[in-house]
């Protein structure tokens, strides 16, 4: 009996929700609290994974502003439609730092780092998944990709000089001709929906006018500076699991009843990798 | 001289906004009032262009709902974060009309259409342009693709029972997986901001809870009900143009002095087409 319910499991179309609820608990990995930023506002309060594997300089400078508060004061200061959200610490000039300027840390070296390849094509090059984030790779190095709620860092025309102060993050069609244009250096995984139903500025780029249209930002802290009892927990599905390469398939061929014709193909920000609430 | 500045105009790396002012007036069409419905709401207004070239009688049956002003005092019903807003005729349900049910109009013949494709691979299959639009084409076949701003026809399982008295359109990553399972029918092209900062619905898909939540559809018309003085007149570039050629290599490879590394490709809908109030 249990080898026929296998079988019968095993021929059972997969739909995305059916596997990231039968997902085993080996497909999840929990997120450190160094790595959860929580970004406080009126408008509502965003959780941000960061991404030290891909540009550890930068999210060092961003920890670094975190524990000395000076992202707390600060505001969203521009939001521009089908592009991103953009918030900064307190007196920035909307555009770069002030601080340390941090090397691009646009790609890391491919090797020592897994990838699974999206078996599909993709117009920007080879994307795929490393350690449960959207990537792409070019020979011998690995890059993040800029898909809905990717965190950037705010640069100006010289390729050095952001510093953490200025982030944003995408909320619309992924604009990928920013990748390894800007360094990216995590995500927005819970309540993006707060900010990218924000007003968008009237300034050129989005850029909000006056400041009472501007966003407070009333604390900003990493999950880890909380007493451990009162830190959110989170994990996000083991990109190289199988229940992860189920859900590549699934997404490309979705199987829902509303569906009349699986498109047979999918791009990588439409692959959306499964986060959660730890349970 | 002449000849000198020609020869330095086409040395000259051609950006995206250079291509677009400097087109010439060939490469421009106006749209026809008839393709011109102007959404008016309390949150703003939105003017949408319809396609009958792909969906003629999704289109008619719009036009009828416009004419007999079944679309006034109805109400936007639904915005769900990285996917639609959606707006119905008043007494709607919030999933299907009650109409004449529709033939699915997902695809056309390819025959007597001009194609441009995407000279870049496309996951979803062979991406490109016809008559001013983000299409597809596979054999004879020849559809609309779910880009940013895209406009469709709500329906219900069954896949003809749309009867175009529920719209969506799009305000997040491009729901691909959706093409040639629902008739897209336009597109925004003014004003999307307007409802895609509207607050996410807290129901299941985004759909509003209370009715003090919706957003009441003020009138809809199209621009060929008003007075011709007073209709608002837009044009689309011709995708067919050398101009729009050159502007699909320019965003793929991004000129402006932002961008230290072009992508070296692009996704059909990172290639916006451009749209503007007659000169």
């Keep these: 009996m249990i080898i026929l319910a296998a079988l019968l499991a095993a021929a ?10 039968d997902a085993p608990p080996t497909a999840w990995r929990a ?16 959780v941000i994974e960061l991404a030290p594997g891909f540009a550890p300089r930068h999210v060092a400078a961003i920890r670094a502003l975190v524990a000395s508060h000076r992202f707390d004061g600060g505001a969203i200061i521009r939001v521009q439609d089908n592009y991103v959200v953009q918030w900064a610490i307190k007196g920035s000039d909307g555009k770069t730092g002030t601080g340390p300027k941090l090397p ?21 090059g080879r994307a795929g998944f490393s350690e449960g984030w959207q990537a792409a790779m070019d020979g011998d190095k690995q890059w993040l990709v800029h898909c ?21 993050a995408v909320i619309g069609q992924a ?12 995500r927005v995984i819970e309540n993006i929906e707060a900010w990218s139903a924000l007003p968008r500025g009237s300034e050129a780029m989005g850029f909000y006018k006056t400041d009472p249209e501007k966003v407070a930002l009333t604390s900003v802290r990493l999950a880890s500076d909380l007493p451990a009892a009162s830190r959110p927990r989170f994990e996000v599905m ?3 699991s199988a229940s992860f390469r189920a859900l590549i398939e699934a997404r490309a061929n979705r199987r829902e009843e509303f ?7 999918v791009d990588i920000c439409n692959v959306k990798i499964p986060v959660r609430r730890q349970p």
């Design 12 to 21: 059972t179309p997969a739909t995305v929700a059916g596997i990231e609820k």
């Design 238 to 240: 083991d990109t190289g």
């Design 104 to 124: 691009p840390e646009y790609e890391r070296p491919a090797e020592g780092h897994a990838f699974t390849p999206l078996p599909y094509p993709d117009p920007y």
């Design 31 to 46: 997120i450190p609290p160094e790595n959860l930023m929580l970004v406080n506002t009126p408008k509502g309060n965003v």
């Design 259 to 265: 569906f009349n014709r699986p498109a047979g193909g």
């Design 148 to 168: 809905y709620g990717m965190v950037g860092v705010g640069r100006n025309l010289a390729p050095d000089n952001g510093d953490g102060s200025e982030l944003y």
């Design 175 to 186: 604009p990928r001709h920013l990748d390894r244009n800007i360094a990216l250096v995590g």
